[in-house]
């Protein structure tokens, strides 16, 4: 700085313009080279709570059970928490911290473990008017359901063969949404006589059952055909939803 003033008052030039220049200098050397208006992206924070019933269909592994948040057309959350079953009791509280500001739909959804969202139990559209700190009062959440036993088993697994998209489907058994209700409960297999389809209350005797859990049920194996796409957690939901009465909800 001693031998920019020495230069400065030896040049031809000074007066105003080396005193403007030296200002110039002086404020460069602060290190402040950030506009004093930047500030952090908003976000909003949000807490919910949710009680659960049939818990024994609660997702162990093959799925999982997530709180997310969604931006606009969207497919995959912006932000997520995965939900563990409660130890006691069948409430969980939860809460998503930093979600991002431009997401506009908050969902507990069922998932597949590479996050592809099966079957949404809970949706709620937020907004700017919603502020910084959301809280979602409590919400039943019912888990044995015909809904979700549609989607994450018969649209996933069977229709394909039991389903209008296959023409005539298969021993007359289809299992689309509209038609699957009608054509399971307490209806005679027409596959093997003297058996039920479905019967509620009672899973381990309508035929169902064994036909997803046991090589020898029909001539056609649908345990061997199914695979390692018939998982676990699919056959539990079957079970607790039969259990449960088998309830067209």
């Known amino acids: 700085m001693k031998f920019l003033w020495t230069a400065?008052?030896?040049?031809?030039?000074?007066?105003?313009r080396g005193l403007f220049l030296l200002l110039v200098c002086i404020g460069c050397d602060s290190?402040?080279?950030?506009?004093d208006d930047i500030t952090e992206e908003e976000t909003?924070?949000?807490?919910?709570?949710f009680d659960f019933k049939g818990l024994e269909s609660f997702p162990s592994g093959d799925y999982n059970l997530i709180l997310g948040a969604f931006e606009n057309n969207k497919a995959a959350a912006v932000n997520y928490v995965r939900l563990s079953?409660?130890?006691t009791g069948t409430k969980v509280e939860v809460s998503l911290a930093n979600v991002s500001a431009e997401a506009e739909t908050i969902k507990l959804y069922l998932a597949t473990s590479s996050n592809q969202v099966v079957y949404t139990f809970y949706q709620r559209t937020i907004n700017s008017s919603s502020g910084n700190n959301i809280v979602i009062p409590e919400q039943k959440i019912h888990l044995s359901t015909l809904n979700r036993l549609q989607n994450q088993l018969f649209t996933r697994r069977c229709?394909?063969?039991?389903g209008t998209q296959a023409h005539e489907p298969s021993a007359g058994l289809d299992l689309g949404p509209e038609h699957c209700y009608a054509n399971l409960i307490n209806i005679a297999s027409t596959s093997k006589p003297g058996t039920i389809r479905v019967i509620p209350n009672d899973s381990e005797n309508s035929f169902i059952t064994h036909v997803l859990t046991e090589e020898s049920a029909l001539p056609f194996n649908h345990v061997q055909f199914?695979?390692?796409?018939?998982k676990e957690d699919d056959l539990t939901l079957l079970r607790e939803w039969i259990k449960d009465g088998a309830l067209n909800n």
């Open 44 to 49: 909003v924070n949000l807490a919910a709570s």
């Open 159 to 162: 229709v394909s063969c039991h």
């Open 31 to 35: 290190g402040d080279i950030y506009p």
């Open 85 to 87: 079953k409660p130890l």
């Open 226 to 230: 199914l695979g390692a796409n018939l």
């Open 8 to 16: 400065l008052a030896k040049s031809p030039f000074w007066g105003l």
